[in-house]
């Protein structure tokens, strides 16, 4: 046998019989390095399939809305001043270059020291954060990469879930791969949330420090990167526990970057703490300003703009305000708004540029959030007399002029009208005022006569081609439609006042000038079409008539502007108070009115009478000044004289001062700031003087009626009244002519025959010369060296006379408004015309009397 002995001498065993290791019993049989080692090389290579597969799906995803989200900015006209803005988010998007080296690297020493190295994840800055999570603690830097905090606000959202991570890990690999480090810095620091209501540094720089990013230093960007991380701890005008976190971290900030070689420690340790403005918490259309902001909105959505655009497409808008003007309507409203008995009393303002149409400057109210009502564009209170120059314009369309005559009497009753109109107080001018005293004066009666006569469509049609809507309320053919019954608007009322200052150019009224996207591109800009809706020549003489008004009539605070103004004054009752005007430059509009417009304003700011040449010329004079200073003095183009049709008469004459009585529909009685002067008339007298013609009567009689008695004012060169007898009056200068002339017709004194003779010598309480002819009746009157030449007919003195003698309006009825050198001088504003308007002034107030036509002998 071959089997082999044991040692021990007992029997020899075979192979097969040898001893084994005995088998692993219970948990060894499952975990030994065979099945962890597989297992390992399972997961790994799942793993890796697993973000293959991650890497093959997922893709970078378009931005999300809220990232994208952009401020809109509106500007003041100037294109660089800000008005306000409109944001979802308050996000103002700039480019790398503008973001200082200062605050990068801040923000990199605070957020993610290894930025510049990293692949767009850290597995240390994972680990680091797990194992702070894990004690308690806040991670000094936190667990994620700039590059992932940027993908995660700029991509994904705020979910708490292992996809959004998964997805985000991916994503932020792919970006870093993608995108330069810098602009992925720039990128984060865009959309980062920095407290405050702000998204992104440059809102968030002029939140913290008023500036600019591109201004920052490097303890402003170091305190920006300091308070980025959590603004709710970290900003230190939110509490004293707040204040010392902050310290600590901008302490922090400024070793990272030591640390990373941004800065030397000697310069870390100079840095100290900046300064750091509170929050100003406000509302967006807070304040007045809060109503341009309003309009501009309702602007851009007309123009097509949806409201995600608007608040969310950063926009740069530049408007039509002006800065200077839009603080001046503030103010003016501020200084001259009453306050005794003001509760409730509503101030609108309004400017446009003339031609243009561009609003330049609006008073809605006192805060666009408390009262969303605007007081200058929604309310449309009756405008009253402020709308007389438009009728004056359709009737110079329609062969009348300036010295067209119509009836000042009170009340103003044909059958036809219904109720009577009256003047205010009931004030009589006589029955044949020219149309330009009755602007000057307002005068209610004469307007309605002149209605009348044109028919109200007319005058309608001339205040819809100015500027008042279509569709204003009570807007409708009647004769009454001249004193305003119709609600307009502050804004439609300075952009009617627009058209005459723009010589008859109507442009409708706008805010938004232009618009450009986030990119700078122009996406929209205004096209200004105005166009011809008066001729140059009925604009020119409406607005002569209007610096008359401002000169000696109802409209008088305007003077205090200084420089060419027309203006008008208008009182609806006792509800409404108005101020419209304009220079060649700037058209504006003053409404006053209470609580909805139907409550009476009389007793506000202790005036029994509340009208339109108080309160409400004073705010517009002190709006204009302000909107005005520094701008240069322009001159109206000259008047244009318009000659009524068929008449011999037009241009400027006497007639124009009938009465020299002063008595305003508008007048307010508030006393005028300074002395009295010529330009501030003095109140009309119950009885009659030297200068005041009497009431005419209705019928001629043989005796001298109150019409034809009396010569009124101070005559230079002309002679008015009825013949009847004896001449008599006090001359006050020198008569040197001839008298040569017709007088034929039988006077009320029984006067037939011709006058042909000659006055000459130095007159002083009467008349040297000779006459020839038969007088009967009585010449009462003021001569001042002058010649009258004329016919006189019936009593009625009819014809040319050098200084334009008032025609008569009717038989018997004589109405002389003459006046004297001295007065005629100060109706020629030597210091507001040229040479040119002063000698064209002068000679049509020379010109001949217009005849009045027969048809209108029975409104005597």
């Known amino acids: 046998m071959s089997d082999e002995t044991p040692a021990d001498g007992g029997p020899a065993r075979s192979a097969k019989y040898r001893a084994r290791p005995p088998k692993k019993t219970g948990w060894r049989r499952i975990f030994n390095w065979k099945t962890v080692g597989l297992s390992a090389l399972g997961f790994f290579l799942l793993v890796v399939a697993g973000v293959g597969a991650a890497f093959a799906l997922i893709d970078v995803p378009e931005p999300n809305d809220f990232s994208t989200s952009e401020t809109t900015i509106v500007y003041f006209a100037d294109g660089e001043t800000e008005l306000g803005r409109f944001s979802a988010e308050n996000r103002e998007v700039v480019d790398s270059d503008e973001i200082p080296e200062t605050l990068k690297q801040a923000t990199v020493a605070a957020e993610d020291r290894s930025f510049y190295e990293n692949a767009g994840f850290s597995v240390t800055g994972m680990a680091r954060a797990a194992i702070d999570t894990l004690r308690g603690e806040a991670s000094a830097g936190g667990g994620s990469t700039i590059t992932q905090q940027y993908v995660k606000n700029y991509y994904l959202t705020q979910d708490r879930t292992i996809t959004r ?37 440059q809102t968030a720089s002029r939140a913290y420090f008023g500036v600019d ?23 230190p005008t939110l509490g004293a526990e707040n204040a010392e976190r902050f310290e600590q971290r901008f302490r922090y900030v400024l070793e990272g970057m030591v640390q990373t070689g941004a800065i030397d420690r000697a310069t870390a340790q100079a840095t100290k703490l900046p300064e750091i403005l509170p929050e100003q918490q406000k509302n967006r259309y807070g304040g007045p300003n809060g109503y341009l902001l309003k309009m501009v909105r309702d602007e851009l959505l007309a123009l097509g703009y949806d409201e995600v655009e608007i608040e969310t497409g950063g926009l740069r808008v530049t408007t039509t305000f002006d800065e200077q003007a839009q603080a001046a309507a503030i103010e003016a409203v501020r200084e001259e708004r009453p306050t005794e008995n003001a509760d409730g009393v509503h101030i609108g303002i309004a400017a446009v540029r003339p031609g243009d149409g561009g609003v330049a400057a609006l008073y809605g109210g006192p805060d666009a959030v408390e009262q969303g ?24 369309e329609n062969g009348y002029s300036l010295n067209s005559r119509f009836d000042g009497n009170s009340p103003f009753d044909p059958p036809e009208l219904g109720p009577p109109v009256n003047n205010q107080g009931d004030q009589d001018y006589g029955s044949a005022v020219s149309l330009e005293y009755s602007l000057e004066k307002s005068i209610n009666t004469a307007f309605v006569d002149l209605t009348m006569e044109l028919g109200s469509e007319t005058v309608v049609d001339a205040l819809t081609r100015a500027g008042v809507p279509e569709d204003a309320p009570s807007l409708e053919p009647n004769p009454r439609v001249t004193l305003g019954i119709m609600g307009v608007s502050a804004l439609d009322m300075a952009n009617s006042y627009a058209t005459l200052a723009a010589q008859g150019m109507r442009a409708d009224t706008y805010t938004v000038s232009t618009v450009t996207d986030a990119d700078g591109a122009v996406v929209y800009e205004r096209e200004v079409a105005p166009k011809r809706v008066f001729e140059e020549d009925i604009t020119a003489d409406v607005t002569y008539a209007l610096t008359e008004t401002v000169r000696t009539g109802t409209a008088y605070a305007a003077a205090e502007l200084d420089r060419p103004v027309a203006a ?20 504006a509009a003053v409404t006053y009115f209470r609580g909805d417009g139907t409550e009476s304003l009389n007793g506000v700011g202790g005036m029994d009478h509340f009208s339109g040449g108080g309160y409400p010329g004073e705010t517009w004079t002190a709006f204009m000044q302000g909107a005005l200073e520094g701008e240069p003095e322009e001159e109206f183009p000259e008047p244009a004289g318009i000659e009524a049709e068929g008449n011999t008469g037009g241009g400027y004459g006497d007639d124009s001062y009938d009465n020299d009585d002063y008595s305003d529909d508008d007048y307010s009685g508030r006393e005028p700031s300074g002395d009295p002067t010529d330009e501030q008339p003095d109140e009309p007298t119950d009885e009659p003087t030297d200068e005041t013609p009497d009431e005419p009567t209705d019928e001629p009689s043989d005796e001298p009626t109150d019409d034809s008695g009396d010569e009124t004012g101070t005559q230079w060169g002309s002679e008015s009244g009825s013949d009847s007898g004896d001449e008599s009056g006090t001359d006050d200068g020198t008569d040197s002519g001839t008298d040569s002339g017709t007088d034929s017709g039988t006077d009320s004194g029984g006067d037939s025959g011709t006058d042909s003779g000659t006055d000459s010598g130095t007159d002083s309480g009467g008349d040297s010369g000779t006459d020839s002819g038969t007088d009967s009746g009585t010449d009462s009157g003021t001569d001042s060296g002058g010649n009258a030449t004329g016919t006189e007919t019936g009593g009625n003195a009819t014809g040319t006379t050098p200084g334009s003698a008032p025609a008569a309006r009717g038989a018997g009825s004589l109405v002389a408004a003459g006046d004297d050198l001295e007065h005629r001088l100060q109706v020629v504003d030597h210091d507001r015309i040229g040479p040119v308007s002063l000698a064209f002034s002068l000679l049509m107030r020379l010109q001949p009397e217009p005849v009045v036509p027969a048809d209108r002998a029975d409104l005597a």
Request: net charge negative; aromatic share 10%.
């Open 213 to 235: 990013v591109a201004d920052l230093d490097l303890a402003q960007s170091a305190a920006l990167a300091a308070i980025l991380r959590s603004p709710a701890r970290y900003d």
């Open 373 to 396: 009502y605007n007081d200058a564009v929604d309310a449309t209170p009756q405008a009253g007399s402020v709308v007389k120059p438009f009728t004056l314009a359709a009737a110079l």
């Open 165 to 201: 991570k998964l997805r985000e890990l991916v994503i932020s690999v792919k970006i870093d791969q993608d995108v330069d480090k810098d602009q992925i810095l720039a990128d984060y620091l865009n959309t980062i949330w920095f407290g405050r209501g702000t998204y992104g540094v």
């Open 568 to 587: 008008k004054t208008g009182t609806h009752e006792d509800l409404t108070a108005w101020f419209g005007g304009y220079t060649p430059q700037l058209a």
